[in-house]
T-cell receptor, first 114, second 114 residues
């Protein structure tokens, strides 16, 4: 079985500051990793995903994430955030032969202040 | 392409009733998954359907059921509603049922059980 831990439930930052949202996973098999964003009263939107290859993955809206197999981490970063980035961010994992389609972390609420 | 649509968007029911939620996937997508989102438990996988067959099921009681039609549209049913079933129910579709596939989420159905 797979599990995901998002280490921070809330992250407040000022506009134009850099941000890192942390995600660690646990799995006995190889996994695929995803970051989704959820704006208020909306569904989830894919930011980026890691399937294989380069460990640095670039996504939409200037976000990127780095896969670190030895540390079983997949942290999300953005060098300069905007007010519009205020949302909840979910890290998720899937695996071949897994019983669940996607296993999500509990989410990190990012609040960007002016 | 139209996105994933879910109907209705909001529902209010009372304990003991049953409810049916509907999901129309993106055109051409054959896999539909359902998730329950609550403040306490976060996002939890309910089940996945592909080509009208249930492929995976999460850890939910038998009161939660679903089906998929030949046009890939899906419904989920919850019988004998309990207060704890109040949640946002999200549907997601993908082209295949591979764990590497991106899932595209609908806006969700907000169910309130009184």
């Amino acid at each position: 079985a797979q599990s995901v831990t998002q280490l921070d439930s809330q992250v407040p930052v000022f506009e134009e500051a850099p941000v890192e949202l942390r995600c660690n996973y646990s799995s006995s098999v190889s996994v695929y990793l995803f970051w989704y964003v959820q704006y208020p009263n909306q569904g989830l939107q894919l930011l980026l995903k890691y399937l294989s290859g380069s460990t640095l993955v670039k996504g939409i809206n200037g976000f990127e994430a780095e896969f670190n197999k030895s540390q079983t981490s997949f942290h999300l970063r953005k060098p300069s955030v905007h007010i519009s980035d205020t949302a909840e961010y979910f890290c998720a994992v899937s695996a071949q032969g897994g019983s669940e389609k996607l296993v999500f972390g509990k989410g990190t609420k990012l609040t960007v202040n002016p | 392409k139209a996105g994933v649509t879910q109907t209705p968007r909001y529902l209010i029911k009372t304990r003991g009733q049953q409810v049916t939620l509907s999901c129309s996937p993106i055109s051409g997508h054959r896999s539909v998954s359902w998730y329950q989102q609550t403040p306490g438990q976060g996002l939890q996988f309910l089940f996945e359907y592909f080509s009208e067959t249930q492929r995976n099921k999460g850890n939910f009681p038998g009161r939660f059921s679903g089906r998929q039609f030949s046009n890939s549209r899906s419904e989920m049913n919850v019988s004998t509603l309990e207060l704890g079933d109040s949640a946002l129910y999200l549907c997601a579709s993908s082209f295949l049922n591979s764990p590497a596939d991106t899932q595209y989420f609908g806006p969700g159905t907000r169910l309130t059980v009184l």
